[in-house]
């Protein structure tokens, strides 16, 4: 596998337009973590008011709810939950102006049509080394509704995440071209 | 004589212990699963896996952001009288060590109406069993949405057979797999009744990795659908490669003559779960 491309958000946002499904991606900067609560918050502002709330135009989701701050870092466990239940979400979000979302797991056909509609990418991180993810957040403070706790909108500054590019702006995904080839290595 | 506040203490430690210490079965199936793995990208999700294992465990942070809700299990000897209100015992438990540990709370006070965050991971979920033998075995286990999310029941015909279980299996994972956080711990049930089926699924989970059945009809479907499972190709966190699955525990009961209840709960590659014996 070729080496990791270094992206900072939002200033590189662009360059992951550029990327390959299945490149690995060290993430920097800014992203906000959003899961099932905070969505429907957000698309309820959202029709509201016709434009995303909290500045989040050309910003990144990551779909997490970490656990409170441990080991002097300002989160403890951080780690991507399952993209798939945002799903309902997403294309009108990224129609709004959401650059990439970060979760794991397959996603429906409507959200890979809505990268490529709007240029966006599905990115994903491994579920379950959210001790080790942890490590790669600096800083952390919550932007809105801070009474859903750990669903609360909060500003993240990453340093060097990993994850792999699984829905490229060409609408290709990783999680099935992944299986096809391994499945194809697997069998004898 | 087993008190209620002598469970609620394990349960409290256990709490702790399953959030941030990876089981050594698992963590060995992890390793082994690393130096066999077929895919570049599965190898590397298999060292991110190991190391966040060494790190949690290092600096006391939970393995999984999702420290899930808390199922207990008790297997308490028929004359013993606990005493008290167990399960407020245990919810008391559960709410100091979540505090105490910097744990994520992640319980909706309700499934249908009043979604609000219960704010303290309570209620936990309690089993009570009575054996014959004194004392308690007390289970612990920490069950995150995303596998349990990916479980499945089906009411299956008696005609369906071996094959249509290892058929329902199979597409269950096929289907769910990636956001269940893979390698995974396959936990089926097979027999009982309707309700008490997932439960058999569940306790499956409790058996090291690496440990077959006792009857050699089930430690073969085990066997059996290991391999079909790591021959999908889903891999380490679902991004390609042969290891899918670390094991599989199938756990069979009585059922109805005319009944072949099926279910699968998957662990994901934290499988989290501490047994403890009070005495």
Known sequence: MSDPICVTLPDDAASLRLLEVGTEVLLSGRVFTARDATHLRLVAELAETGVLPYDLARETLFYAGPTPPAAGRPVGAIGPTTARRMDA?????????????????????????ACVAHGAVYLAAVGGAAALLGTHVVAAETVAYP?????????????????????????????????????GEARP | MVRSADIARSVYAAIAEAATTLRPDVRAALERAQAIESSPRGREVLGQLVENATIACRDG?????????????????????????????????????YRD??????????????????????????????????????????????????????????????????RF????????????????????????????VGKLAKKALLRPVGRPAGSPVTAALE??????????????????????????AVTT???????????????????????????
């Open chain 1, 89 to 113: 979400w997403t294309p009108q979000l990224l129609a709004a102006g959401i650059v990439a979302t970060i979760g794991k797991g397959a996603r429906d056909d409507s959200v890979r049509r």
């Open chain 1, 147 to 183: 009474e859903l706790g750990t669903e609360a909108l909060v500003r993240l500054e990453l340093d060097r995440l990993p994850v792999w590019v699984a829905i490229d702006v060409r609408g290709h995904e990783l999680y099935a071209l992944a299986r096809r080839s391994s499945a």
């Open chain 2, 61 to 97: 942070v939970p393995l999984c952001q999702d420290t899930g809700t808390v199922w207990v299990w008790i297997e308490l000897g028929a004359d013993e009288c606990p005493g008290g209100d167990l399960q407020a015992a245990v919810d008391d438990a559960v709410r100091s060590s």
């Open chain 2, 101 to 166: 540990h910097a744990l994520r709370m992640s319980v909706a006070a309700d499934a249908l109406g009043d979604r609000t965050n219960t704010g303290d991971n309570t209620p936990a979920f309690v089993d009570v069993t009575l054996r014959p033998e004194s004392g308690a075995t007390v289970h612990v286990m920490l069950k995150g949405g995303g596998s349990d999310n990916a479980s499945a029941l089906a009411m299956l015909d008696p005609s369906a057979g071996v094959d249509g279980v290892r």
């Open chain 2, 169 to 196: 299996v199979l597409e269950t994972v096929s289907a769910k797999a990636t956001g269940a956080c893979p390698p995974l711990v396959v936990g089926v049930g097979v027999g009982g009744t309707f309700d008490t």
């Open chain 2, 223 to 248: 066997e059996r659908l290991l391999a079909e499972i790591n021959a999908l190709g889903i891999g380490p966190a679902g991004l390609g490669g042969t290891a899918t699955a670390l094991a599989v």
């Open chain 2, 253 to 279: 009961a009585p059922c109805h003559i005319a009944a072949m209840p099926v279910a699968v709960n998957l662990g994901c590659s934290a499988m989290r779960s501490v047994t403890v014996e009070v005495a």
